[in-house]
């Protein structure tokens, strides 16, 4: 009789053409980080290999590599608290600081997810202030909105039904800077459509491109990246211009708008005392 504690498990080791699948699976995961067991395996058979998903699925656990897809909502109502209507259906937006929009997203690190909020203006898809989280809470959208009001202060600020956008520090804090309250309808992201393409770009170029062990990493890249973004990045919606030249473009266009109606006034203005005052002169 052979005493237990006399007997060991010897793990089986990987066979050697398991590991160079382990390392095409790598190579591609790497590329396409977004991809799960599923595209990986379509991907490995367009290059030649023969194997069944399942396969694919289990020598991806072994490796540790998982899709990046997002584990929370980050948009979740509270039913008590109050919605607004949407204001900028068929707006016509014609100047920077008109409408911002505002949304939540997630960025993955080594140890777990990290929230990233930003405000976009509209007319120029400049980025007008941001912040990041560990936690989803009122209190990083708040950050990033006095990112923004530093600066410059909207007309709108649009944002779908999330309970951080319903809160009533949220909504009182607009109300105080008397910045009017859009909010999309429920369901609705396409109305939202101007943040949505912004986080499609910071995931294709920042964040699947590498990979970020700490907060603080994903926070130095992403200021990195917003700033390209803002500042030497063209965009091709703007005419190749940056958001930043569109956004000084669109501000100085609504400041020449807005003295017009002074100047015409003060044409008036002489015009009705020259009258009045028997003044005119005809040719």
């Known amino acids: 009789m052979v005493s237990r504690s006399r007997m060991y498990y010897r793990k089986k080791d990987i066979p050697e053409e398991d590991v160079s699948l382990m390392n095409e699976i790598r190579e591609v995961y790497t590329e396409y980080p977004f991809y799960g067991y599923r595209r990986i395996h379509a991907t490995l058979v367009?290059?030649?290999?023969?194997?069944?998903?399942?396969?694919?699925?289990?020598?991806?656990?072994?490796?540790?590599?998982?899709?990046?897809?997002?584990?929370?909502?980050?948009?979740i109502r509270n039913k008590n608290h109050s919605i607004f209507p949407y204001l900028i259906k068929n707006l016509e937006i014609e100047h920077s600081n008109q409408v911002w929009a505002i949304d939540i997203t997630y960025i993955r690190t080594t140890n777990g997810f990290v929230y990233l909020v930003c405000l976009i203006d509209v007319y120029s898809r400049k980025i007008m202030g941001w912040a990041m989280s560990v936690s989803l809470d009122t209190s990083v959208c708040l950050r990033a909105l006095q990112d923004g009001l530093r600066k410059h202060t909207p007309k709108i600020i649009n944002s779908d039904q999330g309970c951080q956008f319903t809160s009533q520090e949220w909504i009182n804090t607009l109300k105080q800077k008397g910045i009017l309250i859009s909010m999309d309808g429920k369901g609705r992201w396409a109305?939202?459509?101007?943040?949505?393409?912004?986080?499609?770009?910071?995931?294709?170029?920042?964040?699947?491109?590498?990979?970020?062990?700490?907060?603080?990493?994903a926070r130095v890249a992403l200021s990195d990246y917003i700033?390209?973004?803002?500042?030497?990045?063209?965009?091709?919606?703007?005419?190749?211009?940056?958001?930043?030249?569109?956004?000084?473009?669109?501000?100085?266009?609504?400041?020449?708008?807005?003295?017009?109606?002074?100047?015409?006034?003060?044409?008036?203005?002489?015009?009705?005392?020259?009258?009045?005052?028997?003044?005119?002169?005809?040719?």
Do not use: C
């Open 227 to 283: 700033e390209f973004y803002n500042l030497r990045r063209p965009h091709q919606s703007l005419d190749y211009k940056t958001p930043d030249q569109k956004f000084e473009l669109g501000r100085m266009q609504n400041l020449t708008r807005s003295k017009q109606p002074a100047v015409d006034n003060l044409v008036n203005v002489e015009f009705q005392n020259a009258t009045n005052g028997g003044n005119m002169i005809f040719l």
């Open 46 to 75: 367009q290059r030649g290999y023969m194997h069944n998903r399942k396969k694919t699925e289990r020598l991806m656990r072994i490796a540790g590599l998982q899709a990046i897809y997002p584990r929370k909502k980050t948009s």
């Open 191 to 217: 109305d939202n459509i101007y943040i949505e393409r912004f986080w499609r770009s910071v995931k294709y170029e920042a964040v699947y491109l590498q990979s970020f062990e700490t907060v603080k990493e």
